[in-house]
């Protein structure tokens, strides 16, 4: 079964970057597309970015586009969240998930593993 670990949180100030990962182990990379979602307190859960499995296809959502950029490398099992001009707003736990092969949307439900998350604060 497979199993999902971020890493790569910390406390950073506006304008700053980070580098989250998330680290795939008890299956092959290769078989899931892989979405990191966010979750601020008192907030739902919501969709940041996806890689696809295959093609490797990118998707973003409004808060991550021109400033997040999602990649794998199915080599070493792991997919990489680079943040960079970092906000305040952007302060939250933030989860890898997977999905079998395709991104299935920003619905959390559509991805049956999930990882523990790691805490993203953006404070001066």
């Known amino acids: 079964q497979v199993q999902l670990v971020e890493s790569g949180g910390g406390l950073v100030q506006p304008g700053e970057s980070l580098r989250l990962t998330c680290s795939v182990s008890?299956?092959?990379?290769?078989?899931?597309?892989i979405a990191w979602f966010r979750q601020a307190p008192g907030k739902e859960r919501e969709g940041v970015s996806c890689i696809g499995s295959q093609d490797g296809t990118t998707y973003y959502t409004e808060h991550a586009k021109d400033r997040f950029t999602i990649s794998r490398d199915n080599a070493v099992n792991k997919v990489y969240l680079q943040m960079n001009s970092l906000k305040p707003e952007d302060t939250a736990v933030y989860y890898c998930?997977?999905?079998?092969?395709?991104?299935?949307?920003?619905?959390?439900?559509?991805?049956?593993?999930w990882g523990q998350g790691t805490q993203v604060t953006v404070s001066s």
């Open positions: 008890g299956s092959t990379l290769w078989h899931y597309a």
């Open positions: 998930a997977a999905a079998f092969y395709y991104c299935s949307g920003w619905a959390p439900g559509w991805y049956n593993t």
